[in-house]
């Protein structure tokens, strides 16, 4: 599946099918088509996959860092950490799928459409989290502010992808800390590094 995924990511969803993945593993066709009767069952499983490697690459990491500006600082390294890595060659696989899937209805939709709504949703909590504690000011807009880390993760991956420059990762991981309050933090951690 890890291979569907990757291919998924260089030629879409709609682009991936069963000869191709076959061909990737080299595999016969048939030897496939018992794992998935259709094409839309490989884009599903496909979809399921990614979700799955982006949680243990993206999202364990946040779920372990503290609470709040914490979390949202760890989720963000990771997935700049999991472009950094190369896990897939076209970059972030729901970054291309929304876009190619999100005027074709369907199930394939349906299955990103949640993923996408529940990363949005886990940003948004660790805003709400991080206003709580008080380390964002009172009045910070959870909304917003979801909508500008998903904005910045979106151009790293779009930057990284076209250019493959490490210094657009970096520069993302600045603009994240800067923006909730944690430049230090980036200081830091480029000594680290």
Do not use: W
Request: proline share 4%; aromatic share 8%.
């Amino acid at each position: 599946m890890r291979t569907a995924v990757s291919l998924a990511t260089v030629d879409g969803l709609e682009g991936l099918s069963i000869g191709n993945l076959a061909n990737a593993l080299d595999m016969s066709k048939s030897g496939l088509y018992a794992h998935f009767g259709s094409k839309q069952e490989l884009q599903l499983a496909t979809v399921e996959a990614a979700s799955h490697i982006f949680e243990s690459q993206v999202i364990r990491p946040a779920l372990a860092a503290p609470a709040g500006v914490g979390q949202l600082v760890a989720l963000c390294d990771a997935f700049f950490d999991y472009l950094a890595q190369r896990t897939f060659p076209g970059g972030c696989f729901f970054a291309g799928a929304v876009l190619e899937m999100g005027t074709r209805p369907g199930p394939v939709k349906e299955q990103i459409a949640a993923f996408q709504d529940g990363f949005t949703a886990m940003i948004r909590q660790f805003v709400v989290a991080a206003v709580e504690r008080q380390q964002l000011p009172e009045d910070e807009q959870p909304d917003a502010l979801t909508f500008e880390i998903g904005g910045i993760i979106l151009a790293a991956n779009t930057s990284f992808v076209l250019h493959e420059d490490m210094a657009t990762l970096d520069m993302a991981r600045k603009i994240v800390r800067r923006r909730v309050g944690r430049e230090s933090v980036a200081a830091s951690r480029d000594r680290i590094d």
